[in-house]
C-alpha cells in the first residue's frame, strides 16, 4: 500500500507571497506653527546711510524689506540630516526627552516629553523708491518648544521646517527724517516632527516588474514664431460695469404704512455718480417717535454691483434699486436693500435691513420725501448705443 502524498498546486513565478521587508514605521507625526516677535536696531553708521538717502527726494520713500532663507519642501517627509546644507536656519533637540503622563480621550496614557529649538537667520535690508539697497543687516531669531510625543526608546526623531515666514509689524515705509532706531518682526516657522524607528515587517506582496518604453511626447517645434497674445484681463476686478442709474441728494420723510418702525427716517445718498459704483455713499438717521428708544444710524460699508438695478415707472419717473452690507452706529452688521424713486409728483424712497439670519428687522415702508429731494438720472452705458 502506497504512501498517500498531498499534491501541491503549482504558484506562478510572481504571485502575491510572504516577503520580509525593512521600512522605516512611524510612530508619531505633528506638524504646526510657532511664531516669535524681535526687535531689530540699527547700528550708527546704517542710521546714517538711512538718513543721507531720506534726504535726497529722488529715493523717497525708503521701505524695509525682510527675507528668509528657503525651506525644503514638505515632501519627502524624511530623509538624510540636512543642517549641513541649512546653516542658515536649524531645528534641534535641545536636552533629553522626559516620560510622562497625559490624559487623551478620558484615559491615561505614557508619552514623552522633548524641547525643540528652531533658529533662523533672517536679512533685513532698506531699500529705496528705485529698488536699490540702502543698507542691511543679518539677525536671526529662535522658538524654543515643547512637545509631547509617542517617542519610545529605540526610535529616532526627524525635525524638518518647511516654511519660514517673515514680517515687519509696523512703519515698513520710511518717508521723513528722523529715522526709526529699531523696529519689531515677526518670524513664523512652519514644522513637520515625525518619530521613527527602521523595522523588518513580513507583507503579502510580489515583485514589481519593469514596464515597457511606451510613453512619448510631440516634439515642440522649435523655430516656430511666437503668437501675439494680449495679457489676459481680470473683467471681475476691471474695468468694472457701468450703472444703468444714479441718485445723490438728501431727503427725509415719515415710514410709510406698513413700517416696523414708526418715526421719521433722512437719508443721505451718493450712488453710481459718474456712473459707477466706485466712491458711493449711503447713510441713513432714523427718530423714533415713541421716545426715541429705537434711533439708530446706518451707514452702507459696500454695495453689490450686480444688485444695482434701474427701471422706468408711472410719470416719466426712473426707479433705483441696490443691496449691499452695513453697519449701525452701534456696531451692528445688517444687509440692506435700499430704493429710490424720483418722477413729477414728488421723490420716494424705502430702505430694508436684514440680519445675518435673513430676518429683516427694520422696514421702513414708501417714504414719501416731505423736505429735500433725491434726483434719480439715467446713465448711458454700451447696451443703450446701437450700431446701425
Given at each position: 500500500m502506497g504512501l498517500n502524498h498531498k499534491k501541491s498546486i503549482p504558484k506562478a513565478a510572481n504571485s502575491l507571497q510572504e516577503e520580509c521587508i525593512r521600512v522605516q514605521k512611524v510612530y508619531d507625526w505633528v506638524t504646526d506653527t510657532f511664531s516669535v516677535t524681535k526687535q531689530v536696531s540699527f547700528n550708527p553708521e546704517q542710521l546714517r546711510k538711512i538718513e543721507e538717502a531720506l534726504e535726497d527726494p529722488a529715493r523717497r520713500p525708503?521701505?524695509?524689506t525682510c527675507q528668509t532663507p528657503a525651506a525644503p519642501p514638505p515632501f519627502p517627509l524624511n530623509g538624510e540630516d540636512t543642517r549641513a546644507e541649512c546653516e542658515t536656519f536649524?531645528?534641534?533637540q535641545v536636552g533629553e526627552k522626559r516620560d510622562v503622563t497625559v490624559s487623551l480621550n478620558g484615559n491615561f496614557v505614557d508619552a514623552?516629553?522633548?524641547e525643540l529649538l528652531f533658529t533662523s537667520e533672517v536679512r533685513v535690508a532698506v531699500v529705496d523708491r528705485n529698488g536699490r539697497v540702502v543698507t542691511h543687516l543679518t539677525t536671526d531669531a529662535s522658538v524654543l518648544e515643547p512637545f509631547v510625543l509617542c517617542y519610545p526608546d529605540g526610535t529616532d526623531l526627524f525635525c524638518k521646517i518647511t516654511r519660514i515666514l517673515c514680517k515687519i509689524q509696523t512703519g515698513t515705509v520710511l518717508l521723513n527724517a528722523p529715522a526709526p532706531r529699531s523696529f519689531n518682526l515677526t518670524l513664523t516657522f512652519c514644522v513637520d516632527i515625525q518619530i521613527e524607528a527602521e523595522v523588518k515587517l513580513e507583507v503579502l506582496a510580489k515583485f514589481c516588474s519593469p514596464r515597457n518604453n511606451d510613453l512619448s511626447a510631440e516634439e515642440a517645434e522649435m523655430d516656430s514664431c511666437p503668437e501675439v497674445e494680449f495679457p489676459a484681463q481680470c473683467p471681475d476686478i476691471f474695468p468694472r460695469p457701468n450703472c444703468d442709474c444714479s441718485v445723490s441728494g438728501e431727503a427725509s420723510g415719515r415710514t410709510g404704512s406698513n413700517?416696523?418702525?414708526k418715526g421719521r427716517l433722512s437719508v443721505l445718498a451718493d450712488i453710481c455718480q459718474?456712473?459707477?459704483?466706485s466712491d458711493s455713499s449711503l447713510?441713513?438717521?432714523f427718530e423714533d417717535e415713541n421716545g426715541g428708544l429705537n434711533n439708530f444710524d446706518f451707514t452702507a460699508d459696500s454695495f453689490e454691483q450686480d444688485s444695482l438695478t434701474c427701471e422706468p415707472c408711472e410719470g416719466k419717473g426712473l426707479k433705483l434699486m441696490v443691496s449691499g452690507v452695513g453697519t449701525t452706529n452701534e456696531g451692528e452688521e445688517f444687509d440692506f436693500n435700499f430704493a429710490a424713486v424720483s418722477r413729477h409728483s414728488g421723490s420716494r424712497f424705502q430702505l430694508q435691513l436684514i440680519d445675518e439670519r435673513g430676518?429683516?428687522?427694520?422696514e421702513s415702508g414708501i417714504v414719501k420725501?416731505?423736505?429735500?429731494?433725491?434726483e434719480v438720472e439715467d446713465c448711458v452705458t454700451f447696451d443703450d448705443i446701437k450700431l446701425k
Open positions: 525708503l521701505r524695509l536649524l531645528c534641534e514623552q516629553l522633548v413700517s416696523t418702525e459718474n456712473c459707477s459704483l447713510r441713513f438717521t430676518v429683516t428687522v427694520f420725501v416731505d423736505k429735500g429731494s433725491l
